[in-house]
């Protein structure tokens, strides 16, 4: 059976938790207000240093100019009431002193002036192009169903993901945030071809390595192919393998939006989430599997 035909739209609330599910009902979910808050479990640590950075950005690029400054008017000033002849002396230790310090003043000054002219590119958020999707394998476990909202909540509240693809098994076990809009243009979204994206060299190396591959601008690699569900504009990617048996694709809306601590949180959240699905395989039905 097709991974395609497997997964259903469901009725979604954000921020909500599954319900207890209907038998007459097995892919269809409704969720109750017992995540108002958000997310409230353990959250990767913040760089503190790395934002006050980005944050003063002006200030910092200026802070070699005004060390510069201070120490050449210092050495300028000590020189003036020292009583030392205005013309630098070889045979006097000061001089020298002197010397050095005015040499490291103006190197201060001109790595401040190189790095107020030379500027990275501006990287902004950018709105992805889609449609929402909200789909989950069929005849899931409950228990598993509530580990991959609990993935996708944890996951989009604390970085800059907009769109989450969990295959394993060559199953798409859940497909939701903002998805490619399909070529008929009627709302719906791209279907993940599961067969078709683990075969492919993206998945194939992750799983074969069992590395985490970050692709910080997505645009830049020919790669991208391979993902048609995600937005045409997604910026940028993370694939966290999930075992030998699958892998969870990550989309951001920001270039290098993913942070090394970002990184970290996300393949913690991985392995939990294998071993989760390695103690669920047996009890998945069989119409979640080809």
Not at 3 to 23: C, F, Q, Y
Not at 73 to 85: E, K, P
Not at 201 to 225: M, T
């Amino acid at each position: 059976m097709g991974a395609s035909s497997l997964l259903t739209p469901i009725p979604w609330k954000p921020k909500h938790v599954i319900r207890t599910i209907l038998p007459h009902v097995p892919s269809c979910f409704k969720v109750s207000s017992n995540l108002e808050g958000g997310y409230k479990g353990p959250k990767p640590k913040k760089e503190w240093i790395s934002n006050w950075v980005l944050n003063n950005d002006e200030t910092v690029r200026s802070l070699p100019i005004y060390v510069g400054g201070v120490s050449l008017a210092v050495v300028l000033f000590n020189r003036t009431i020292s009583g030392i002849a205005p013309v630098a002396d070889a045979s006097s230790s000061q001089s020298r002193a002197d010397l050095l310090t005015l040499g490291l003043a103006v190197t201060n000054i001109l790595t401040g002036l190189v790095w107020l002219s030379i500027r990275p590119k501006s990287v902004s958020i950018v709105n992805p192009r889609g449609v929402e999707c909200r789909r989950i394998c069929s005849n899931l476990p409950h228990s598993l169903v509530s580990e991959l909202v609990w993935v996708w909540e944890s996951v989009s509240d604390v970085t800059c993901c907009r769109s989450l693809v969990i295959v394993y098994n060559s199953d798409c076990l859940i497909q939701i945030g903002i998805a490619a809009e399909s070529s008929t243009h009627n709302g719906e979204a791209v279907s993940v071809n599961a067969a078709k994206l683990v075969q492919g060299s993206l998945c194939q190396g992750v799983i074969k390595s069992g590395a985490q591959s970050y692709l910080a601008n997505l645009s830049l690699y020919p790669g991208r192919s391979e993902l048609p569900f995600l937005p045409s504009n997604t910026q940028a990617v993370i694939l966290q393998p999930l075992g030998d048996k699958g892998v969870a694709i990550i989309g951001g809306d920001t270039i290098r939006g993913f942070t090394t601590s970002d990184q970290a949180w996300i393949t913690l959240i991985g392995e939990k989430l294998e071993a989760t699905l390695s103690k669920c395989s047996d009890s998945i039905p069989s119409t979640a599997h080809h």
